[in-house]
């Protein structure tokens, strides 16, 4: 449970270096240029290779192997669920057959094609977001939706959200420790059971916390409006960056678009 709670910490996002002291509106606007560059890609090889400079983004901000790795598994699966089930469902060319018993599945040309498209594209705005919050604590991004005029609900609700996700996940942690002890997670049953029983625990406890948050909140002089921060002006050095990131993605992704539509 420990590695699974490192996976949320933003402390690598604290550490000094030049990313980190960029201003954090320059930082998501070019996460959000980034996301529209692998959305409007229409070839998997740019997403594909920013998803992998991402994966060595976070290697060089000192982020241990494993954990990097833990984050972008999940992407990974998911990716790969999608490419699966669109090579089998989507098209009529059948480019590859295979014989299960009885049973012949074949892979279409067309579903092939547009589950590698999907998927690199899944890979790429993810490696875009784990990249975002490596360098950008998480105060910051709230204070830059703030600034983005984001509703002002929305933020107090992701801004609560993350902050009780570490509670709960510490309970959680608890919970585990002590069913393992109980030989809770001896045999694949009893394993189930336990996990069951943990999840509709921390739903409950959730929920309590919930009441529990509110009238502290109300004790507190509460009264619907959450105070927020200001964000400092930003400095030329940061429109510069911006600039120069910008001109540097376009050039990049009309660049290698235009090579691949002539290859």
């Given at each position: 449970?420990?590695?699974?709670?490192?996976?949320?910490?933003?402390?690598?996002?604290?550490?000094?270096?030049?990313?980190?002291?960029?201003?954090?509106?320059?930082?998501?606007?070019?996460?959000?240029?980034?996301?529209?560059?692998?959305?409007?890609s229409?070839?998997?090889?740019?997403?594909?290779?920013?998803?992998?400079?991402a994966?060595?983004?976070?290697?060089?901000?000192?982020?241990?192997?494993?954990?990097?790795?833990?984050?972008?598994?999940?992407?990974?699966v998911?990716?790969?669920v999608?490419?699966?089930?669109?090579?089998?469902?989507?098209?009529?060319?059948v480019?590859?057959?295979?014989?299960?018993?009885?049973w012949?599945?074949?892979?279409?040309?067309?579903?092939?094609?547009l589950?590698?498209?999907?998927?690199?594209?899944i890979?790429?705005a993810?490696?875009?977001?784990?990249?975002?919050g490596?360098?950008?604590?998480?105060?910051?991004?709230?204070?830059?939706?703030?600034?983005?005029?984001?509703?002002?609900?929305?933020v107090?609700i992701?801004?609560?959200?993350?902050?009780?996700?570490?509670?709960?996940?510490?309970?959680?942690?608890?919970?585990?420790?002590?069913q393992?002890?109980?030989?809770?997670?001896?045999?694949?049953?009893?394993?189930?059971?336990?996990?069951?029983?943990?999840?509709?625990?921390?739903?409950v406890?959730?929920i309590?916390?919930?009441?529990?948050?509110?009238?502290?909140?109300?004790?507190?002089?509460?009264?619907?409006?959450?105070?927020?921060g200001?964000?400092?002006?930003?400095?030329?050095?940061?429109?510069?960056?911006?600039?120069?990131?910008?001109?540097?993605?376009?050039c990049?992704y009309?660049g290698i678009e235009?090579?691949?539509?002539?290859?």
């Amino acid at each position: 449970m420990k590695h699974t709670v490192n996976l949320f910490f933003d402390f690598f996002s604290r550490q000094d270096h030049w990313a980190r002291r960029l201003d954090v509106r320059v930082k998501m606007g070019i996460a959000v240029v980034l996301f529209a560059v692998v959305l409007g890609s229409t070839h998997c090889f740019l997403p594909l290779m920013l998803c992998s400079v991402a994966f060595l983004g976070l290697c060089c901000l000192r982020i241990p192997f494993r954990i990097a790795i833990a984050r972008f598994l999940p992407s990974w699966v998911v990716a790969f669920v999608l490419l699966v089930l669109q090579a089998f469902v989507t098209g009529q060319t059948v480019a590859y057959t295979w014989e299960v018993g009885h049973w012949t599945l074949a892979i279409k040309q067309e579903g092939l094609e547009l589950g590698l498209l999907q998927a690199s594209r899944i890979l790429g705005a993810v490696g875009v977001l784990l990249l975002l919050g490596s360098v950008a604590p998480a105060h910051e991004l709230f204070l830059g939706l703030r600034w983005c005029r984001f509703p002002k609900v929305w933020v107090e609700i992701a801004l609560l959200m993350y902050r009780y996700l570490f509670v709960f996940l510490d309970e959680a942690s608890e919970l585990l420790d002590a069913q393992r002890i109980r030989l809770g997670y001896g045999r694949a049953r009893t394993a189930v059971a336990s996990a069951g029983s943990l999840l509709g625990a921390v739903m409950v406890r959730s929920i309590e916390q919930s009441t529990r948050t509110h009238e502290a909140m109300l004790a507190r002089g509460y009264t619907g409006d959450y105070p927020f921060g200001q964000l400092k002006r930003m400095a030329k050095r940061d429109y510069g960056v911006f600039i120069l990131a910008l001109v540097l993605i376009l050039c990049l992704y009309f660049g290698i678009e235009k090579e691949v539509i002539l290859w």
